[in-house]
Antibody
C-alpha cells in the first residue's frame, strides 16, 4: 500500500522557518517525481514545488521561489521542504504528492497524496 | 504563467443527472498535460483524469475527460451520491503547474 505521511507543520511567526518532511512507503521513491502542493483554508490547491526522481530538475511557484527549497533522500524514502522567511500568506495545509510513473523525468499528474500537515504563520 | 479558468463555479444537480465541467487555459497546454481532481471535504485531492482524457487507476467509467489546446471538459455521466464534491483542473505541462479555481457540484 502506497503511503505518504507529512510532518513538521505547526505555528511559526512571520519571518520564521520550518522544515516539512514526507515519509513514503509502498513504492520505490527513486522512480518518481514528487511535489509539494498547499491549500489555504477555504481555497483551492496551489502547486508549490516539483523535484524529479534523481533531483536533476526542480521547479518552484513564483510565490515561494527564493524562500523554499525542495529536496529528497531516496535512500531514506523521504521528501523535504525547507521553508524560510515565512509569511502569513503561506498559511495552508501542505500536501506531499507523487506523480504518475512515466519512465522519464518529466512532471506528470499527481497520483498519490498524503493527508497533509498544517502550517500556520502568525504572530 | 498559464492561468486556468473553470466554469461554472458551482453546479446544482440531482443524483443520476449528467454533469459537464469546463476548464479553459490561457495558453495551449503541450501534449494535453491536463489533469482533473476531485476533492471531498477534509480529504486531499484525488486524481481522476490525466493527459486530458485518460482515467486514473480505479476511477469509474462514468468519469470522462476530453479536449485539447486550451479547452477541456470533464463529464460525469450519471451522478452518484459520492460524486458531490469540488473538481479542479490542473496543467502540468509548463511550470508553474497551475490549478483552476474549482467547480463545486452539489445536490439540488
Amino acid at each position: 500500500e502506497v503511503q505518504l505521511v507529512e510532518s513538521g507543520g505547526g505555528l511559526v511567526k512571520p519571518g520564521g522557518s520550518l522544515r516539512l518532511s514526507c515519509a513514503t512507503s509502498g513504492f520505490t521513491l527513486s522512480s518518481y517525481g514528487m511535489n509539494w502542493v498547499r491549500q489555504a483554508p477555504g481555497k483551492g490547491p496551489e502547486w508549490v514545488s516539483y523535484i524529479s526522481s534523481s533531483s536533476s530538475y526542480i521547479y518552484y511557484a513564483d510565490s515561494v521561489k527564493g524562500r523554499f527549497t525542495i529536496s529528497r533522500d531516496n535512500a531514506k524514502n523521504s521528501l523535504y521542504l525547507q521553508m524560510n522567511s515565512l509569511r502569513a500568506e503561506d498559511t495552508a495545509v501542505y500536501y506531499c504528492a507523487r506523480d504518475r510513473w512515466t519512465g522519464v523525468a518529466v512532471p506528470d499528474a499527481h497520483e498519490e497524496w498524503g493527508q497533509g500537515t498544517l502550517v500556520t504563520v502568525s504572530s | 504563467e498559464i492561468v486556468l479558468t473553470q466554469s461554472p463555479g458551482s453546479l446544482s444537480l440531482s443524483p443520476g443527472e449528467r454533469a459537464t465541467l469546463s476548464c479553459r487555459t490561457s495558453q495551449s497546454v503541450g501534449s494535453s498535460f491536463l489533469a482533473w481532481y476531485q476533492q471531498r471535504p477534509g480529504q486531499p485531492p484525488r486524481l481522476l483524469i490525466y493527459s486530458a482524457s485518460s482515467r486514473a487507476t480505479g476511477i469509474p467509467d462514468r468519469f470522462s475527460g476530453s479536449g485539447s489546446g486550451t479547452d477541456y471538459t470533464l463529464t460525469i455521466s450519471r451522478l452518484e451520491p459520492e460524486d458531490f464534491a469540488v473538481y479542479y483542473c490542473q496543467q502540468y505541462g509548463t511550470s508553474p503547474f497551475t490549478f483552476g479555481p474549482g467547480t463545486k457540484v452539489d445536490i439540488k
